[in-house]
């Protein structure tokens, strides 16, 4: 592993790799302050961006954006107790308190020092793990990947607390946008109503563009005033910075919580962050400090976040299974690239793929560096009015929108996902199910009708194959037990 | 008698239903191989839209379904206008886009948006108006050499007064 990150980091290293690490880094971390505004919404925006850029360049642009993003994204947090990002949502209740009792600069001191810890922690098994789980890949057939598509959706589905139903019903949306285009088996033209610009299939950009982007300017717009209501900003971070080790049980445990939950596709660390600030509070001796001010309430959830989103990284790279948003938006950029996740990736690209984990690595490092010198400046955003920001907004994921491809369906068709977002996210329809299901169309059609003509039209072949036999029960598995546990916990109470 | 919420959940499921239906109806004239994976996904997509309107005109499931609590604040903040400002700020920019180009509807959208929100400060408007669009100007046509839209009639005008030259 060493060997490989040591060319890794040679091709990483380039000038112009380590400009786009920071210039990535830059991006996640303003982005990462801006509460509302998650990095996904920015790497959405700046895909276009990427299109003209090496591969090795442009990815670790975008995966730069949501390191320094996880970073940034518990500043506002702890300062105004509203996360800067869904996945540091747990922080603000500890991170809060403390800036209340005048003790702002430790925390973020401590949230900066678990960030860089869980990071290069989870780029770590990122390097190390990636390999072995893409080798193990290599002994999947079609009717392995398909149950693993549809594992996918499911697990996304079922991590949507409550609304497993409407989850699987925007990943069946996913799957029909996917289907529009030339079919991928027998290239027939489908749900095409004559329309040349529809024959070349509805693309990711626009889609994603526009459920992420262009929905959350809505939220912005309708919201008003300023995305700060507080203002002032204060705080030294070395307090907290080295006090983070005075804590290593909760550094340990959480950043092992959100690695593992970072692995499995599509749970994301939002979950890991509110799952490590309960393991944290349950293995402490003092639990009623929670929620008053307690260090290991503001180290368990960011150590966890910093740590899922690397490993969100392998089921992406190896599977071309997503882990997260974040991961789903990175998977685009490389197929946008010609690049084929899996394990191929890793033989024929070793370069690109160890520079890509060394460039994480780096990008990691430079998070904290520019978090601990940057952030009081990145926070003056918060206070800009929505007045402002909102148009920009517009205007910037438009014109990447058309930049895509140079088209102004293109542009509609962001519009059109955006409004469709909106009300998805009103109704509590999860608009990451969507994605999976555009992302993951493809290749979840194909692995079916391939192992199809593998058993002869047989379809119990995704039951007699062991390893897609486990999978789908693993998936079907996911889906129900919600329902069934609700119902067995309402019979208890009558 | 209906409650709101569960109204519009039953609204959206319905809608949703029709979507799967129109993908089932469409893809069944379709060759075999081609019909069959849009077939099953829209068929699951439709008895499950069907379930979640049942459940919704039952009253089940519709505490899950509800907007979250910062959904809340955000509606009862914000009047019609605001929400219509909302919802119809990209379309409307998308439609300029098409019909006078980028540089023009970009400066309509960050000098008008602000304006309908009710900042009136009409020098920095149009600083920031300008300042955007030479962004833009750096950043598409010279930089990544994407030349931005000039719409219908920028077209039209290019044919008349400049081409026609």
Redesign the interface.
């Known amino acids: 592993m060493l060997e490989n990150l040591a060319i890794g980091f040679a091709a990483a290293g380039t000038p112009t790799n380590l400009l786009f690490i920071a210039i990535g880094t830059v991006i996640g971390l303003w982005i990462g302050v801006l509460p509302g505004l998650g990095a996904t919404a920015a790497m959405a925006i700046l895909i276009p961006?990427t299109?003209?850029m090496e591969p090795l360049a442009a990815l670790l642009m975008l995966a730069s954006i949501s390191v320094a993003g996880a970073f940034g994204g518990s500043i506002t947090s702890i300062l105004l107790n509203i996360p800067g990002d869904a996945s540091s949502a747990a922080t603000a209740y500890d991170g809060y308190p403390m800036a209340q009792q005048g003790r702002a600069r430790v925390a973020m001191g401590l949230s900066t020092g678990a960030s860089l810890f869980a990071g290069i922690v989870g780029v770590m098994l990122l390097a190390g793990l990636s390999e072995p789980i893409a080798k193990a890949a290599l002994t999947f057939g079609p009717a392995e990947y398909f149950a693993l598509g549809m594992l996918g959706i499911a697990i996304v589905a079922a991590a949507s607390a409550?609304?497993t139903?409407?989850g699987?019903?925007m990943g069946?949306?996913g799957?029909?946008v996917s289907?529009v285009g030339l079919?991928s088996?027998?290239g027939?033209p489908?749900?095409t109503y004559g329309s040349i610009y529809l024959e070349a299939g509805i693309g990711f950009v626009p889609v994603t563009i526009g459920l992420f982007a262009?929905t959350e300017?809505?939220?912005l717009?309708?919201?008003?005033g300023t995305i700060s209501r507080a203002g002032r900003l204060e705080g030294s971070l070395w307090e907290g910075f080295i006090g983070t080790l005075r804590y290593p049980l909760v550094l340990l445990q959480s950043t092992s919580i959100g690695a593992l939950i970072g692995i499995i596709p599509g749970v994301g660390a939002t979950a890991a962050n509110f799952l490590a600030y309960s393991a944290a509070q349950t293995i402490s001796k003092t639990p009623e400090r929670f929620g008053k001010g307690a260090p290991e309430g503001v180290i368990a959830p960011e150590a966890s976040n910093n740590s899922c989103i690397p490993t969100s990284f392998i089921p992406a790279l190896t599977l071309g299974i997503p882990g997260g948003a974040s991961a789903a938006i990175l998977l685009v950029a490389v197929t946008i690239h010609g690049l084929r996740p899996g394990a191929l990736l890793f033989q024929s690209n070793p370069e690109l793929v160890y520079g890509f984990f060394s460039g994480l690595l780096i990008g990691t490092v430079m998070a904290a560096i520019l978090c601990i010198a940057m952030i009081p400046l990145f926070a003056m955003i918060t206070v800009i009015?929505?007045?402002?920001l909102?148009?920009?907004l517009?205007?910037v994921s438009?014109?990447g929108a058309?930049?895509a491809s140079?088209s102004?369906a293109d542009?509609?068709v962001a519009?059109a996902f955006?409004?469709i977002g909106?009300?998805a996210?009103?109704?509590?329809?999860p608009v990451i199910c969507l994605v999976l299901g555009l992302i993951l169309g493809d290749l979840?059609?194909k692995s079916?009708?391939q192992a199809l003509m593998i058993s002869g039209r047989d379809y119990t072949i995704f039951l007699t194959r062991p390893m897609s036999a486990v999978i789908l029960g693993l998936a079907v598995a996911l889906v129900v037990w919600p329902g069934f546990k609700r119902r067995v916990a309402q019979k208890g109470e009558d | 008698m209906v409650a709101r919420g569960a109204r519009a959940e039953v609204t959206i499921a319905l809608g949703l239903a029709a979507v799967f239906a129109v993908v089932v109806g469409t893809a069944l004239g379709y060759p075999r191989d081609a019909r069959l994976f849009p077939v099953i996904i829209g068929t699951g997509g439709l008895v499950l839209s069907l379930a979640l309107a049942i459940l919704a005109l039952m009253g089940r499931n519709v505490a899950a379904a509800g907007t979250t609590p910062d959904m809340a604040s955000e509606e009862a903040g914000a009047g019609p206008a605001r929400f219509a400002l909302a919802v119809l700020a990209a379309p409307v920019f998308g439609l300029l886009l098409w019909l006078v180009g980028f540089w023009i509807a970009t400066a309509v959208a960050v000098y008008a948006i602000p304006w309908l929100m009710g900042y009136r400060h009409r020098l920095k408007l149009l600083l920031l108006a300008l300042g955007t669009i030479a962004a833009h100007v750096v950043t598409f046509p010279l930089l990544l050499k994407v030349p931005l839209p000039v719409g219908e009639l920028g077209e039209w005008f290019l044919h008349a007064f400049v081409y026609a030259r």
């Not at chain 1, 717009?221 to 008003?224: C, E, K």
């Not at chain 1, 009015?385 to 402002?388: C, P, S, T």
């Not at chain 1, 996210?425 to 329809?429: A, E, G, Q």
């Open positions: 961006f299109f003209t409550g609304n139903v409407k699987l019903i069946a949306l799957l029909s289907f079919d088996v027998l027939f489908r749900f262009i300017v809505m939220f717009i309708t919201q008003g009015r929505i007045e402002i909102a148009p920009l517009i205007v438009l014109a058309y930049a140079q102004l542009v509609f519009i955006g409004i909106y009300i996210r009103r109704r509590s329809y979840i059609e079916f009708h």
